[in-house]
């Protein structure tokens, strides 16, 4: 298919080239025939002027003296009274009324013109007055046909030479054509494979333009169309990526979402049954409502964070203002110890942590990792935080806990994503926490990282100072 397309075009090719050399070849013939024309009608005259200067002298001094005619008709006129007869010397054809008209007309200076002759042709005559007083003139009339055929071989010669040559053009040229224009084919080949491809279970395009041969520009061609590829191979990737991860995320969010709504709805017609039959459980049942409700909204607030901090105008959640990071922290452990009294905490602050920042959401990323470590380490665990300024903010929450496991490292930002999937959704989050802080911290211009082993987690952000 590549093959016949690309010899399609090769020979559409040959044949607007055969077509621009049918012109170029039509415009030569024609002017190098004029100018072989012209040139030897030129010579006709200058050998018609020769023989009759030749024949003037001669005839003055005795009329008696023969005409060379070379196969020509010659003749010597008398004209009288703007009539001219011929004399007794020369030669003429039966038919010499033309002969005569341009005797008549040289009876002052030489004529020299083109007439037909009757029963013999074009032929080019010459006039010269002789003997002006007694208005003699001599009339040289030499045959065009010479001339013609002459003219009319070597049209026929050019018309074969250039039918030749067109031939050997086109044949050539098809061939020198299809053999450069086939890495085009193989790029329209490659792209019609990519066409008829299935791009919606696998991103990834299953050739690339390739081979050589074709010169500069096809070679650029070339380069650029697998850049171009590449590039859709890319944007496919990443765009399957996301549109799994927002499948998941969804499939997630739902999940979340159902397990509190059904807690309600089932606490609700407890709450029912309870105000008919025994209105001593009401206000239970009223409590457990208000904290699931409680619950789901803390869920939607962190989803619509998310959301918005994925937004392109990623700066729009974000109120700057002139924070210290030192006291951000220092709060946040105030609260973190009043609420786990039985878990030790120790600061490690600098004197001083000032940045651009949003000191709501950056007090957000605190509580979230504090509350991280609380909830996933055994009452008792020791808890340390700290701030330094190290080429710019460096914030380090480290528990003393059992660790993460290897391959739960890669994925603990993930929206959704427990390290333990057996524990309950009332004891553990909401699987947002920490993707929330990811994202706060990303907003911020910073990046967050986690190491972890048996007895020591630590994460660490990093927050440039001159946002």
Known sequence: MRQWRASRLGTRLALGLAALSLVVFAVVGVFSTIFIREFLANRLDEQLTKTQQGQVGPLKDNHGAPLQSYGWFTALFQ??????????LGKLPEDFSQLQKVATEATATEVLRTVYVRDEGLYRVR????????????????PQSELDSTVSRLIWIEVGAFAVALGVLVLFGRIVLRRGLKPLGDMAGTAHDIASHDLTGS????????????????EELRTAFNVMLEHIETSLAARTAANEKLRRFIADASHELRTPLTSIRGYAELFQYAAANEPAERDAHLA???????????????????????????DA?????????????????????????DRPLTLDLAESAKLRADPVRLRQVLDNLLTNAAVHTPPGTPVTVS??????????????????APENLPRIFDRFYRVDHSRTRGNGGTGLGLAVVNSLVAAHGGSVEVSSGPGRTTFTVRLPRGR
């Open 317 to 341: 959640p974000l109120r700057l203002a002139d924070t210290d990071v030192v006291e951000l922290a220092s709060a946040a452990a105030d609260a973190f110890r009043a609420g786990h009294p």
């Open 203 to 218: 991103p990834e395009l299953p050739v690339r333009a390739s081979g050589s041969g074709g010169g500069a520009e096809v």
């Open 127 to 142: 006039a010269c007055p002789v003997d002006k007083p007694n208005g003699e003139v001599l009339v040289s009339a030499a």
């Open 79 to 88: 004209v009288r009274d703007g009539v001219a007869s011929p004399m007794e």
């Open 387 to 404: 701030v330094r300024i190290e080429d710019g903010i460096v914030l380090r929450i480290s528990d003393e806990g059992p660790g993460i």
């Open 288 to 314: 457990k409502i208000r904290a699931e409700t409680a619950r789901m909204s803390v869920l939607v607030d962190d989803l619509l964070l998310l959301a918005r901090l994925d937004s392109v105008e990623a």
